[in-house]
């Protein structure tokens, strides 16, 4: 096993991998920018390493830095968490040329995966469903045309080399064709630098499945079931659940066993996730890999009580996986909500600054996977993702009950937040009653206008900013001692000081 790890990554997935490496008795290095020199991550780990200024192209994303740190460091494989290099396939093999073991799929897998048209081409030849459409990247206008009138209207073109929904347009007639491919060209050449388009059938209200799989160097691989996470707002996922609402164990049974062949026939190993769409009459269609851990990941570890982030671990140091299919199943229900510093009442602004106050939510069956503290900054540059609350209760019902309330329980001051936006999404009688697609957000919350807890934490940010303020202000005249100024925390005691002695 490993005795210590870099952490090439920061906010709370930084921290959710520190405690495992801590669980493991394995020593952890940070990696952080120079915004994040007080964040939680560094003062998490045991030892702390600046790479480079606050934009993430010169830190985070800083390949060379990261390595030579490793090697500084006496690191022996770098976990990159999500996000920055973890799916980029040029990281893994500098790794791989260093002697530095990457913490998830091999470069071959990632490439492969990371390739759409592909990794179609694959797929089918596996006997893998994939969603009806053009087998290649089309050389003109007229196949277009013709592919998609075979398809059949509306047709969704998509990026070759995308993902996140970049490159991605609806045509529904012939005539709108030609103007959408232009543009969806355009789109993916910004995006990605490669303007490759192709056509499939577009699915209507689709539900958004994927499978956890974990994969070890020795040929054995499992899934561990699925999450359900359709409630998304323009392409960023805001609720996970599983098990899924939608799915029977006959279903769930066949979309595990094509997940795991999706692995196999990829060569891939560590943890991974298969995603599907599933549309309206429960057809199933493999849509893509995700080759790392992924941030809804807790909701999977709650209902089948394995570690993720321990496996992970486990199998890049060469150990086999420690159960087999069999042994695992499912238990109860979870949901993951995604705190995001972001203004919900502003287009989804996102939102940065000083959080002043954090009161973190907590009780039976409420984990809450963390990256702030109350006194750190939220940067500008980076995902404005805070933290994610997860419950995991014994059936649905009581899960939602608990999510709200862990929500009612739950304050973060100084910047806008998502929380209040997410209880209206779990207390929602079509969430509740499972009918969830990826139109929820869109057909049941668009133009929500916010509650009374929204403007009593208004008030008491403003509040609390004032004795922020206050303390750095008053405090001066009377804690100045030469030219040496003492910085004082508490504003109660700033506040008695300054009537005391200056004000006379
Ligand atoms: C689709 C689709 C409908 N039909 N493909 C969006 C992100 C990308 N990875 C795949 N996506 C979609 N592909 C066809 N042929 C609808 C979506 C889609 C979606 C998928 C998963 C989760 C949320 C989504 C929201 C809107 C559209």
Not at 151 to 170: D, E, L, N
Not at 204 to 213: G, I, M, N, Y
Not at 342 to 347: F, G, V
């Amino acid at each position: 096993m490993f005795k210590k790890i870099l952490i090439a990554n920061r906010g709370e997935i930084a921290a959710r991998i520190i405690k495992a490496c801590q669980e493991m008795g394995i020593s952890t290095v940070a990696v952080y920018s120079e915004a994040d020199r007080e964040s939680l991550h560094v003062q998490m780990a045991d030892e702390a390493f600046c790479i480079g200024p606050a934009p993430a192209v010169e830190s985070y994303l800083d390949m060379d830095a990261i390595i030579r740190t490793a090697h500084a460091a006496g690191a022996e494989a770098i976990h990159p968490g999500y996000g920055f290099l973890a799916e980029n396939a040029e990281f893994d093999r500098l790794c791989e040329k260093e002697n530095i073991v990457f913490i998830g799929p091999n470069s071959r897998a990632l490439k492969l995966v990371g390739d759409k048209v592909r990794s179609r081409q694959t797929m089918e030849k596996a006997g893998v469903p994939i969603i009806p459409g053009m087998k290649g990247i089309p050389k003109d206008l007229s196949e277009c045309e013709s592919e998609a009138k075979k398809i059949g209207f509306p047709v969704m073109i998509k990026a070759s080399a995308g993902g996140g929904g970049k490159g991605m347009r609806i045509v529904h007639s012939l005539k709108d064709l030609k103007s959408g491919l232009e543009a969806g060209m355009r789109e993916a050449k910004s995006a990605f630098g490669d303007e490759s388009v192709y056509l499939e059938k577009y699915i209507e209200e689709p539900r958004h499945v994927e499978f956890q799989v974990l994969a070890d160097n020795h040929g054995n691989v499992v899934h561990l079931y699925e999450r359900e996470c359709s409630i998304q707002r323009r392409h960023q996922k805001i609720v996970e659940e599983t098990p899924s609402q939608a799915l029977t164990p006959e279903l769930r049974s066949r979309m595990g066993e094509t997940a795991k062949k999706v692995m196999q026939v990829s060569g891939y190993n560590n943890a991974g996730t298969v995603e599907f769409l599933l549309d309206k009459q429960k057809n199933f269609y493999f849509l893509e890999v995700n080759a790392r851990l992924q941030v809804e990941h807790p909701v999977t570890e709650l209902t089948t009580g394995v570690d993720l982030v321990h496996q992970q671990i486990r199998i890049a140091s060469g150990e086999k996986l420690p159960f087999q299919q069999e042994d695992l199943s499912q238990r109860g229900h979870s949901i993951e909500c995604r705190i995001y510093a972001e203004d919900p009442l502003n287009n989804f602004l996102p939102s940065s600054g000083k959080v002043l106050y954090l009161k973190e939510p907590k009780g039976p069956g409420v984990r809450h996977d963390c990256g702030i503290f109350s006194g750190s900054s939220v940067p500008i540059y980076y995902d404005p993702i805070l933290a994610k609350l997860i419950v995991w209760a014994e059936d649905r019902e009581t899960a939602c009950r608990r999510m709200i309330h862990a929500l009612e329980d739950y304050v973060i001051l100084g910047i806008k937040t998502t929380i209040d936006f997410l209880k209206e999404v779990i207390a929602h009688p079509q969430f509740q009653a499972g009918n969830t697609t990826t139109s929820f957000i869109e057909k049941h919350l668009d133009g929500w206008e916010g509650t009374k807890k929204t403007e009593e934490i208004l008030k008491l940010a403003l509040i609390a900013s004032a004795f922020d303020n206050l303390d750095k202000t008053h405090a001066g005249p009377v804690v100045n001692r030469g030219d040496v100024r003492r910085e004082t925390h508490s504003p109660w005691q700033s506040l008695g000081k300054w009537r005391l002695g200056g004000k006379r």
